[in-house]
T-cell receptor, first 113, second 114 residues
Framework: DAGVIQSPRHEVTEMGQEVTLRCKPISGHDYLFWYRQTMMRGLELLIYFNNNVPIDDSGMPEDRFSAKMPNASFSTLKIQPSEPRDSAVYFC???????????FGSGTRLTVV | AQSVTQLGSHVSVSEGALVLLRCNYSSSVPPYLFWYVQYPNQGLQLLLKYTSAATLVKGINGFEAEFKKSETSFHLTKPSAHMSDAAEYFCAVSDTSNTGKLIFGQGTTLQVKP
C-alpha cells in the first residue's frame, strides 16, 4: 500500500487565486480528515468525512474553504480566494473505524504571497 | 469534552540520556491514546497506541508509554536518546463519541544534544 498520497507537496500562489489540494486515502479506510498545521495554532482539524459524507466542518475557518469527497478514493480541499494567512501545511489523514489511529499523508506546504 | 495536555513544549536531553515526554488527558470513558512523531518536513507517524489492552505499550524506535488511569497520564519514554530522535511529538486521545476523531495535544519538540 502506498499510504496516503497528497498532491502537490508544495504550492506557491498569489493572493486571490484558487488553490486545490488533493488527497488519496488508503483503500478501505472509511474516515478521512483534513488538518492544517501552523506554528501559531498547531494542528487544527478542518473537516472530516465518514464513508464520503462530511460529518463535521466546524473547523473550516471561513466560507473561502470547501472540501469534497466524491468517492472513497479521492478528496479535495479548496481555498477560493486564497489569502496570505492561509499559508500552512495541510495534512490529510485516514483511519478505519476510528480506533486504530490515523495514517497521515506527507502534507502540502501552501505559501500564499 | 476530551482534552490532551502535553507538559513542556520543548524538552532537551543529551544523547544517551532518558527521554520522558509528558501527556495528561481528560476523558469520561476509557480512552484510546496515541503518540505520534513528526520529523521535519514530514507528516505525522504513529509511534504507539493504547487501546485498553496492556497498560505498558511498546512502540517503534525503542519508545514505550504507560497508561496510568489513576493519574490520567500516558507519558512517553525511551531509555537512551539518539540524535535521530530529535523531532516533534504529539499525544492524542480518541473522541469518545466513536467518530474516529482524535484530539491532539500541542506537541513537544525534543532536542537531543551530542
Amino acid at each position: 500500500d502506498a499510504g496516503v498520497i497528497q498532491s502537490p507537496r508544495h504550492e506557491v500562489t498569489e493572493m486571490g487565486q484558487e488553490v486545490t489540494l488533493r488527497c488519496k486515502p488508503i483503500s478501505g479506510h472509511d474516515y478521512l480528515f483534513w488538518y492544517r498545521q501552523t506554528m501559531m495554532r498547531g494542528l487544527e482539524l478542518l473537516i472530516y468525512f465518514n464513508n464520503n459524507v462530511p460529518i463535521d466542518d466546524s473547523g473550516m475557518p471561513e466560507d473561502r474553504f470547501s472540501a469534497k469527497m466524491p468517492n472513497a478514493s479521492f478528496s479535495t480541499l479548496k481555498i477560493q480566494p486564497s489569502e496570505p494567512r492561509d499559508s500552512a501545511v495541510y495534512f490529510c489523514a485516514c483511519t478505519y473505524r476510528g480506533r486504530g489511529g490515523y495514517t497521515f499523508g506527507s502534507g502540502t506546504r501552501l505559501t500564499v504571497v | 469534552a476530551q482534552s490532551v495536555t502535553q507538559l513542556g513544549s520543548h524538552v532537551s536531553v543529551s544523547e544517551g540520556a532518558l527521554v520522558l515526554l509528558r501527556c495528561n488527558y481528560s476523558s469520561s470513558v476509557p480512552p484510546y491514546l496515541f503518540w505520534y512523531v513528526q520529523y521535519p518536513n514530514q507528516g505525522l507517524q504513529l509511534l504507539l497506541k493504547y487501546t485498553s489492552a496492556a497498560t505498558l505499550v511498546k512502540g517503534i524506535n525503542g519508545f514505550e508509554a504507560e497508561f496510568k488511569k489513576s493519574e490520567t497520564s500516558f507519558h512517553l519514554t525511551k531509555p537512551s536518546a539518539h540524535m535521530s530522535d530529535a523531532a516533534e511529538y504529539f499525544c492524542a486521545v480518541s473522541d469518545t463519541s466513536n467518530t474516529g476523531k482524535l484530539i491532539f495535544g500541542q506537541g513537544t519538540t525534543l532536542q537531543v544534544k551530542p
